[in-house]
Each structure stands twice: as structure tokens, then as C-alpha cells.
């Protein structure tokens, strides 16, 4: 990636989860900062040709390339061949923003199953540790790329995106407890601050 530009990203951005929510938004607001390659990922067809759609209205006359992809992130040989494809046509990626996830069931924690867990866990974890491995594997043997005014750049970064619920307030498993106060059982929990 030689080639000057006054784009905030002039390089190739690649987002998953871009059919719908926060996913679909970045994809958009790459195109709006001016970033013509973008490769988009997502399990929902329909989503993701919609986005590609707006995308395309967004950015006027200026024509990006928009390679979509069906891919399930639960599937490890369909994530590794869908990278390896949208490199083939790219030739590098420059943004990775992993915006695939779910919220899960709501129920109380008695009530969740396994598989039900075990999904949410694969959906939000797993799945996106395997984009990012992916993504570690072709940014870190590409050449630095160049930032929007022409000074080099990195090779390559990666924003993986989560729910607050992870750093702030009360996540669920700690509410779970409350619904057991409710119910009168006892149910101590304490948290140790590590």
C-alpha cells in the first residue's frame, strides 16, 4: 500500500458482524471516512448486501470495492478460507474491527442450558479469537502500510468489540444471584478485587 491519500483510511478495512448493529455501523462509517476496500463479513446474506448497498449510496461517485462474505465464526476452516480469500483480493488488510457477537438468552441462570451457555461462550470468545488469530497472521508478515497523509504506518490493527457488561456495572451471572435472594436461597458471592 504506496498510494497517497487524503482518506482518514486509506488503507483496507475488514469488519465482522457487519450486517446488522455496531458492525454494520463501522463498515458505513469507514465509507464515510473514505475508505474505498472494504471486506465484510457476517453469517446474515440479506444483512450484509444491505449494507453493502448503503455503503455504495454513501460514497457518492467515488465506487468502493465491497467484498462480502458468508461466514460463520463458529466454523474455523470457514473463517481461515474466507481471510485467506479476501487477502487474495485486497492483497493486505490494514483495519480489523471484530464486531461479531450475540447477547445470549435471558433468562436466569438456572434456566440457561448448556448448549445454550456454550454458544454464547463459542459466539463471543471463541469466534472472535479466531478472527483475531487470522488477522495476526497476515498483518504481522505485511509491510507497514502509510497513514492518510503519506508517513508510514503500522502493519496492521485490530479493535475487537464487546459489550460494556463486561467492564461496567452488574454483569448477569452477578444478578443471577439476586433472582436466588428472591427466591429465599442463600447465595453468597465475593469478589476479591483480582
Known amino acids: 500500500m504506496s498510494e497517497r491519500s487524503n ?9 465482522t458482524g457487519a450486517a446488522s448493529g455496531i458492525g454494520r ?3 458505513i462509517s469507514f ?3 473514505g475508505c474505498r476496500r472494504l471486506a465484510l463479513f457476517d453469517k446474515d446474506s440479506t444483512g450484509l448486501n444491505d449494507t453493502k ?3 455504495k449510496t454513501t460514497s457518492g461517485d467515488a465506487n468502493p470495492d ?6 460463520d465464526n463458529l466454523d474455523t476452516y470457514e473463517v481461515s478460507r474466507n481471510m485467506e480469500l479476501a487477502i487474495k483480493h485486497f492483497g493486505r488488510i490494514d483495519y480489523a474491527v471484530n ?5 445470549g438468552p435471558t433468562k436466569q441462570s438456572h434456566e440457561v442450558t448448556p448448549e445454550e451457555f456454550d454458544h454464547v461462550i463459542n459466539t463471543n470468545f471463541r469466534g472472535l479469537w479466531l478472527f483475531a ?3 495476526l497472521k497476515y498483518m504481522t508478515s505485511q509491510d507497514v502500510g502509510v497513514t492518510h497523509d503519506g508517513r508510514p504506518g503500522f502493519r496492521g490493527s485490530i479493535v475487537n468489540v464487546g459489550s460494556n457488561l463486561g467492564l461496567v456495572g452488574k454483569p448477569k451471572t452477578r444478578e443471577n444471584i439476586l433472582y436466588l435472594e428472591q427466591a429465599y436461597m442463600r447465595a453468597d458471592s465475593w469478589d476479591s478485587g483480582i
Do not use: K, M, S
Open 7 to 15: 482518506a482518514l483510511f486509506p488503507g483496507v478495512a475488514l469488519v
Open 25 to 27: 455501523q463501522v463498515a
Open 31 to 33: 465509507a464515510i471516512e
Open 53 to 55: 448497498a448503503t455503503i
Open 66 to 71: 465491497v467484498f462480502i462474505r458468508h461466514v
Open 99 to 103: 464486531c461479531a457477537g450475540i447477547y
Open 133 to 135: 488469530r487470522e488477522e
